[in-house]
């Protein structure tokens, strides 16, 4: 089955960029989705098909996905985005959605 | 505006079954497939399958098939969890969750708890 490997935690000061990655074989092939989920809430879908944003979610969050590795990037971090930040794709061989291990962000 | 409002918390003992409602509201139910996520304390997201509101049809996590049914009324859109034969590692918050085919879960239910506990 599809594996998508992300680092248990990063840590940023606020106003500097957050970068979380998302490691997967050639997941730069398949489009790359990523949630905000915090303490007691449901996930919020923050970035889709890559790069794009849903309405509502501000500029500061982006996303890029080449080669094996996905990366969503938090500008000029705030303390609100403290938060666990999930990727996911869809595995086509299987039909299978896959979530990523998971990465707490935490805002020092 | 789009809602999935999901059934109360559970308690259940080991071996039982459990079932989860999700009923959608502020949108075509039959126009986007539906998920069912968990997560255990302290874990991660974990994919359960999905049902396609439209035909009925299902697709299940390997981990799942044989032990979770997932079934829709569109006459109520409303669809439904069912996990059978509970164990003490069950006890998680189940999410469901539409997307638009296969794209990403851009609605998510509150959750619901289910503990299992003897």
């Known amino acids: 089955s599809y594996v998508l490997t992300q680092p248990p935690s990063v840590s940023v000061a606020p106003g500097q960029t957050a970068r979380i990655t998302c490691g997967g074989n050639n997941i730069g092939s398949k489009s790359v989705h990523w949630y905000q989920q915090k303490p007691g809430q449901a996930p919020v879908l923050v970035v889709y098909?890559?790069?794009d944003r849903p309405s509502g979610i501000p500029e500061r969050f982006s996303g890029s996905n080449s080669g094996n590795t996905a990366t969503l990037t938090i500008s000029r971090v705030e303390a609100g985005d403290e938060a666990d930040y999930y990727c996911?794709?869809?595995?086509?061989?299987?039909?299978?959605?896959?979530f990523g291990t998971g990465t707490k962000v935490t805002v020092l | 505006q789009v809602q999935l409002v999901q059934s109360g918390a559970e308690v259940k003992k080991p071996g039982a079954s459990v079932k989860v409602s999700c009923k959608a509201s502020?949108?075509?139910?039959?126009?986007?497939?539906m998920h069912w996520v968990r997560q255990a304390p302290g874990q991660g997201l974990e994919w359960m399958g999905w049902?396609?509101?439209?035909?009925?049809?299902?697709n299940y996590a390997q981990k799942f098939q044989g032990w979770v049914t997932m079934t829709r009324d569109t006459s109520i859109s409303t669809a439904y969890m069912e996990l059978s034969r509970l164990r003490s590692d069950d006890t998680a918050v189940y999410y469901c969750?539409?997307?638009?085919?296969?794209?990403?879960?851009?609605?998510w239910g509150q959750g619901t708890l289910v503990t299992v506990s003897s």
């Open positions: 996911q794709v869809w595995d086509s061989s299987s039909d299978h959605y896959v």
């Open positions: 098909d890559d790069s």
């Open positions: 502020g949108y075509t139910f039959t126009g986007y497939y």
């Open positions: 049902i396609n509101p439209n035909s009925g049809g299902t």
């Open positions: 969750a539409r997307s638009h085919g296969t794209g990403g879960v851009d609605y």
